[in-house]
């Protein structure tokens, strides 16, 4: 019974001290907390279990113990910014770390940055050696054979790899995309005449229900293709296709267009 | 799928006696010297060739050739495709289609009728698509 007496006693000084120590916390959460540091501070059992209950919070904050109070005391949103500066610090760490002699550019470098897409631009391709003159005369050229032949739909000159360059049409067609289809058929036409030993290939001729086409080489760059209704004679459409590219061919170089 | 039918049945192709016999019979026009059977994907099926070629290779280009053909006679309102003809300095290169899986190539010498040719192509390549069933 004594010793249960002088428990209580103790109980209930050790109580009014606990208490004391939770206001003392209390005040000093109050104050301006970059006075003490967080880890000098005195927990209570309370505080040392809230703590165990967050570890995930606690481990988050650990980094910052050398940190006066008031910067670690932190809401949810303020330390998901902390979490994300250090990332932007780093980004710009290098630029900031970079020293001033290298992000200077030196005068031969620049000039060689500010000739190069110069140089790409100088460089002309084969379609674009062809002037406003040779073009009005292979317009005229494409024209005349156009008149020649009354089963003629169109006429295209395009390049090898499949842009249109000179088009006379009776009726409207994608050019672009035929040029684009018919360098393919050219090509693979060519190949197939290697591989069957059969030399050089003239003409790719696509023979269909309601019409022709014909793909002939102009010269090393170039190719024409004829469109046709069935009603004209296929005989008659291979010879003047091929007198035509002939005609234009000299036309282009004539233009200077290089062929080699 | 069409590859793997159509490899699976070459192995034991139905009317294959007669499907020879057919092509060999497109040859005995003095002017063709080669007749190739593929698939639209580009597998020969059955040869009879007079000289030596890569009918494999052929096979494979012609398809491309043909599928490109069809594909310019959709652009330029043409209905339909019913040949390519290769024209060459040595000779020609028919293509056309047996039906919706296979395709027939006739190689012929220069100095042929182009018109027989086409002819003969057609005949050889509708009496192939009656012989072959599209289920087969």
Not at chain 1, 43 to 68: G, I, L
Not at chain 1, 174 to 179: A, G, I, V
Not at chain 2, 87 to 116: C, F, K, P, Q
Not at chain 2, 120 to 134: D, F, K, P, V
Request: hydrophobic residues 35%; contains cysteine; glycine residues 6%.
């Amino acid at each position: 019974m004594k010793l249960k007496g002088l428990r209580d006693f103790l109980g209930r000084k050790s109580g009014t001290k606990s208490a004391r120590t939770v206001e003392r916390q209390d005040n000093r959460n109050s104050e301006p907390a970059s006075i003490v540091p967080a880890h000098q501070t005195e927990t209570t059992p309370a505080e040392s279990a809230q703590q165990e209950q967050t570890p995930a919070t606690d481990t988050v904050r650990e980094p910052a113990a050398n940190v006066p109070a008031h910067q670690t005391d932190t809401t949810p949103a303020e330390s998901a910014q902390q979490e994300q500066t250090p990332a932007t610090d780093t980004v710009r760490e290098p630029a900031a770390n970079v020293p001033a002699h290298q992000t200077e550019i030196a005068p031969a470098e620049s000039a060689q940055q500010e000739q190069t897409p110069a140089k790409t631009v100088r460089e002309p391709t084969p379609l674009q050696q062809i002037d406003a003159e040779t073009r009005t005369e292979a317009k005229r050229c494409l024209e005349q054979f156009m008149s020649q032949a009354q089963g003629l739909h169109g006429a295209i000159v395009s390049s090898i790899d499949g842009n249109d360059l000179l088009a006379v049409l009776k009726r409207e067609m994608p050019t672009n995309r035929l040029s684009g289809m018919t360098s393919s058929l050219l090509a693979l036409g060519e190949t197939v005449a290697r591989e069957s030993g059969q030399k050089s290939c003239q003409f790719v001729i696509v023979e269909n229900s309601a019409g022709r086409v014909v793909c002939l080489r102009i010269n090393r760059t170039l190719m024409l293709t004829c469109i046709s209704s069935p009603d004209m004679s296929l005989g008659m459409l291979l010879s003047s296709g091929r007198q035509t590219a002939d005609n234009l061919g000299k036309v282009f170089e004539k233009g200077g267009l290089q062929t080699a | 799928m069409s590859v793997f039918h159509l490899q699976h049945k070459d192995s034991d192709m139905p009317h294959a006696e007669e499907i020879q016999a057919v092509l060999r019979q497109c040859l005995e026009y003095p002017g063709v010297y080669g007749v190739i059977l593929s698939t639209i994907d580009g597998n020969a099926l059955e040869q009879v060739l007079k000289r030596d070629i890569s009918a494999d290779r052929i096979a494979t280009m012609n398809s491309s050739l043909l599928a490109l053909a069809e594909t310019l006679t959709q652009e330029t309102q043409q209905q339909q495709n019913r040949f390519v003809i290769l024209e060459n300095s040595d000779g020609r290169i028919v293509s056309l289609r047996v039906n919706r899986t296979l395709l027939m190539t006739a190689i012929s010498y220069h100095d042929s009728n182009l018109g027989m040719v086409l002819k003969i192509s057609q005949n050889t390549a509708n009496t192939l698509a009656s012989l072959i069933s599209e289920e087969s």
